[in-house]
């Protein structure tokens, strides 16, 4: 498949195209420059191009583009039923409240742009995890989001005291600046179109954290099968 500088295609049919995004690549155009959307359509000469879903400008991985109308109506409604299992990566160098389970609750606009968690459930993200010891004080963690809110997985992992490693807006903002890049992947989809079943994965492959070998190992073993492994209850 193709290579770019923000993206690889991962999946080309007739339908839709999946690639995997780099970090810090902003999904829509801004000051005069073009965003991800574009530069995919501009890249693969194609005439038409339908958004389905986004990732943040700081997550690196999986991402679902429809090549036609019908597609994306299609796509995004499973996407808008939460018939999509979605996986990601993080990393995240504080103790975090608890290492696997449960993160839920309602989501409310904070500070600076960024969202916190509150204790209510009128309207909850809904978030499954795991995670595993890559080393001393850093932890691995799988994520399974149930919902699709803004900054859903940034915010989860904020609650539980466990930011993630280069994240600006929800680590501490000097600790933050050292790292080389936001460790937040979407490393795993699913679904079924059309009666027939459709997943991919793409391990990270950028970030000196997520290519350690302690990193890979996990991964590799223990995270190799998202979509096998008993999650915890919901």
């Keep these: 498949m193709p290579s770019h500088p923000t993206f690889s295609v991962i999946e080309d049919n007739n339908l839709f195209i999946v690639i995997d995004k780099s970090t810090g690549v902003n999904f829509h155009s801004e000051n005069g420059e073009p965003g991800l959307f574009e530069q995919v359509k501009s890249a693969l000469s194609l005439d038409e191009l339908y958004p389905v879903h986004r990732l943040d400008k700081i997550t690196s991985g999986l991402l679902v583009f429809a090549k036609t109308k019908?597609?994306?109506?299609?796509?995004?409604?499973?996407?808008?039923?939460?018939?999509?299992?979605?996986?990601?990566?993080?990393?995240?160098?504080?103790?975090?409240?608890?290492?696997?389970?449960?993160?839920?609750g309602d989501m409310e606009a904070s500070r600076r742009g960024s969202w916190k968690l509150c204790k209510s459930r009128e309207n909850p993200a809904i978030t499954q995890f795991f995670s595993h010891s890559i080393r001393p004080g850093m932890r691995l963690y799988l994520l399974k989001p149930h919902t699709g809110k803004t900054?859903?997985?940034?915010?989860?992992?904020?609650?539980?005291?466990?930011?993630?490693?280069?994240?600006?807006?929800?680590?501490?903002?000097?600790?933050?600046s050292k790292a080389d890049r936001a460790y937040l992947h979407a490393y795993s989809l699913s679904f079924l179109l059309h009666d027939k079943s459709y997943e991919f994965m793409a391990p990270p492959s950028t970030g000196t954290l997520f290519l350690e070998e302690s990193t890979q190992k996990v991964i590799q073993k223990q995270f190799a099968s998202p979509s096998t492994l008993a999650w915890p209850a919901l």
């Excluded at 109506?73 to 409240?97: C, E, G, H, M």
């Excluded at 859903?152 to 933050?176: C, F, T």
């Design 151 to 176: 900054h859903q997985i940034r915010v989860s992992l904020k609650s539980l005291s466990a930011p993630i490693v280069g994240d600006m807006l929800y680590h501490n903002a000097w600790e933050a």
């Design 70 to 104: 019908q597609a994306a109506s299609d796509l995004s409604t499973l996407f808008r039923l939460r018939q999509v299992n979605k996986f990601y990566l993080a990393i995240s160098d504080k103790k975090p409240k608890k290492k696997q389970g449960l993160i839920k």
